[in-house]
Structure formats: C-alpha cells, structure tokens
C-alpha cells in the first residue's frame, strides 16, 4: 500500500487509513510522509506496518545513526530517523494527548533535552541465541538481530558482544562510570574472559558485584540487577527536578514510595537533615539492602520492605510525597490513597504518560491541582520520555 501518514501514536508509529478503513500504525514513518508500506500483521480493526519505502520524505528525516535500525531490524529505538528536535515535538505530542484524552487535562507541555543522545543505554539485556552469539530482538518478535555494535548503548554496556555465551539465555550488562557488572541468565558453559563483574543465575562469580557512583554529592552502590535510571544524566537531572519541585525544608518529613536503591531518600534525607525524616518504601529486599547502605549515615531515613499499598499510604502523615512507580503507574487505589493525604506538596515521578495521566485523574477529581509538569527526553531515539509533575492539594 502506499499511504501519506499522520500524527505518532503511543508506540511510536504513524497513524494512517488503509482503503477499507482500517488503522494503519505505520513504523519507520514520520507524520506527513508519504510511503509504501509492508503490512506486519493484520487485525479487524488496525493493521501494523513497516515503510520500506519513503515517496515524500519529511524535512526532519536523518539517516538513522545506527546500522541496525531499519524495516525488519533491531527492535529497540523507534525513531533514529527522525531529528532531534523532531524527536522533542513528537514526545510533546504524545504526553499532551495522554493528558488531554485520559486526564482530561491540558498542559502546554515541552520536553527538555538530556546529552548524550546516543551511547546512554548504561542497561542493556542481551538475548542469547541457539548459538551462543548475543543480539537484539526485533520489533514484536522472538528472532534476534545479531548486532556488533549498538548506537545507543554506553560504554562498557557492549562488552558482552563478540563472546560465546552458549548455554546462557540472556546477559544483562549495567556499565556506568566505568564499572561493568553483566547479569547472567541460564548456564553458560563456560564464562568469557570478559573485563566485569559477573552474576551467574544469581550468584556472584567475579567482582565487582555492583555499581559505586555519586550524584548530588551523596554516594550510591547499585548491586547488580538491581532498579537504577538508565540513563546516565538521569538520576541527577530526576532528584534536581524533584528537589526545585518539592523545595524540601529542614525538620519536614518526606515519604519516597517506590524507592529502589534510596536515590532520592537519600538526597531528600540530606536536604531535611537530622530535625526531619525520610521513610523510604521499596518492594524489592535485595534493593532496600542497597538503600539501606547508602542512607546508612542518616539514621532519619527510614528503609520499609513492602509493597506500596493503599492502607500503607493511608497510615502515613508526610510534609512531602515523592513517588516514581514501575511503568505502570502507581494505580487508582493508590493514587485515591495519596490524594486523601494533605502532605505539602507531591512528586509524581513516570516513566509512562499514559499510566500517569490514568492515576493524574484521581487528583484532580480530588481537587488537586498541578504545580508544575516536566517532561525530560531521558530516552533519545525512542518514543519514551520522562515527566516529573509536582501536586498541591486542596486548601
Ligand atoms: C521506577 S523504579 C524507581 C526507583 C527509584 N525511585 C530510583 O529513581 O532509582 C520503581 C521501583 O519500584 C519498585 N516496585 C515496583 N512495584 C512496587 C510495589 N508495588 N511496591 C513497592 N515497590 C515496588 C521496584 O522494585 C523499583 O525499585
């Protein structure tokens, strides 16, 4: 088919009209383009597509910078065609239709730009295939594309290419500032010579068994495995967001529901002091340990295993609310929970606008109201972005 194609969809693609009527989610195309079209996969209601052809090329097309982008390719960036700044406009655009349609909320909305724009995967999951060689799923597929290099992945995170892991099902490789801890699923049948540390079915097997780093001026050990930003701004450009947000004052208490390794208890906690407190909540033991570690200076700072539920929230009485949940979302109950609290002001940090804009709703029937919405390009070549919304409740 050839098709001229229109505006991004959650997903990355361009929507578009086959003759019959059907949706047509047009990957590897920019809004307003015309191309021709393979069809992927075809429902009663949408098609998938890939453009394997571009007719009438928008003025923002680039040459993807990665070989291995492309109709049919690697699976993992949906937008190395697209420009820069390109890029920013679409992210805008689909975080102000998630706000519109589902929260029924407008907001001018404008994403910030975060350097590098390539080489800032510090986490990548290699899949390993039958013959020991690591690769890259293809878009919505089980075959793997067996890349020698990956244009967005940081230094240190393609140390696994180029070595037989026969036996293993995948390799994780976490790599920031020169440290390079690889996560090994399956058995390998016999470990590479590789410069990292190595977790093997979850035992340690070679040093070092984590990350150390510094943001803000608190140092953090991230062990391997275990939830860090995956960009490598990120963790300071997201506390820098929520410190300005929230404006923490010494002696107030905080709450930091969905708090990983304690990023931002531990800045919060520094910024409250010993007059105040911080109490961190975290499901996942193994990252409370960590976070219990590197808050292990400020006694005021509190580490509780456990999942964030609707009666923990409601048995709490912060100044300050912090959350960053898992992509999907912090959940109505959850959400109806905090929005019955009256802290001071709240952080509500995502990683997806659709699940946010769902829970934002809950707010605003509760009558809070927005403060302040950021949207950050944590993400380059992706459809993905990051948004940090600050919330006042009702007076
Ligand atoms: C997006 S990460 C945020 C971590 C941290 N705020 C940071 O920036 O490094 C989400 C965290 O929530 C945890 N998590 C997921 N579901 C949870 C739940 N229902 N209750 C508590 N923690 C949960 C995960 O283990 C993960 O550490």
Redesign the pocket.
């Known amino acids: 088919m050839i098709l001229t194609v229109g505006a991004v969809a959650a997903g990355g693609s361009c929507v578009a009209r086959a003759d019959d009527g059907r949706v047509v989610f047009v990957r590897h195309a920019l809004p307003g383009e015309t191309v021709r079209v393979e069809v992927r996969s075809s429902g009663s209601r949408f098609l998938r597509a890939d453009a394997v052809e571009i007719l009438t090329p928008s003025p923002d097309r680039v040459v993807p910078p990665c070989p291995f982008a492309g109709p049919g390719r690697c699976g993992g960036c949906d937008w190395q065609h697209a420009s820069p700044s390109l890029q920013l406009e679409l992210k805008a655009a689909l975080v102000s239709e998630q706000l519109t349609r589902v929260a029924r909320f407008a907001w001018d909305v404008a994403v910030e730009p975060v350097e590098p724009l390539l080489h800032w995967r510090t986490r990548v999951q290699w899949a390993v295939s039958s013959s020991g060689t690591p690769g890259l799923h293809r878009h919505r597929s089980r075959d793997l594309e067996l890349v020698s290099s990956c244009a967005i992945a940081a230094p240190g995170v393609e140390t696994p290419l180029g070595h037989d892991w026969s036996g293993a099902r995948s390799v994780e490789a976490f790599a920031l500032e020169e440290q390079t801890v690889l996560t090994v699923e399956g058995r390998p049948r016999v470990l590479p010579a590789v410069d990292a540390g190595v977790v093997v079915a979850g035992q340690a097997v070679r040093g070092p068994h984590g990350v150390r780093l510094s943001v803000g001026g608190r140092s953090f050990e991230?062990s391997a495995g275990?939830?860090?930003?995956v960009h490598p701004a990120?963790?300071s450009v997201?506390?820098s967001a929520v410190l300005s947000g929230l404006e923490p004052r010494p002696g107030e208490s905080v709450v930091?529901?969905?708090?990983?390794?304690?990023?931002?208890?531990s800045l919060l906690g520094a910024a409250v002091g010993p007059s105040g407190s911080v109490t961190a909540?975290?499901?996942?033991a193994r990252?409370c340990a960590d976070a219990a570690r590197n808050t292990a200076d400020q006694p005021w700072v509190t580490i509780r295993t456990?999942?964030?539920?609707p009666s923990l929230v409601s048995s709490l009485r912060p100044s300050l609310v912090?959350?960053?949940?898992?992509?999907?979302g912090a959940g109505l109950e959850?959400s109806s929970a905090l929005a019955s609290l009256r802290p001071r002001a709240l952080a509500y940090?995502s990683?997806d606008p659709a699940t946010f804009a769902r829970d934002l709703r809950v707010f605003l029937d509760a009558a809070w109201t927005v403060a302040s919405l950021r949207a950050f390009d944590l993400y380059p070549q992706t459809e993905h972005v990051e948004l940090v919304t600050v919330l006042h409740p009702p007076t």
């Open positions: 991230v275990r939830f860090w930003q990120a963790a997201l506390s930091d529901l969905y708090a990983g390794v304690g990023l931002f208890a909540v975290e499901g996942d990252a456990s999942l964030v539920t912090v959350l960053d949940p898992p992509r999907a959850v940090v990683c």
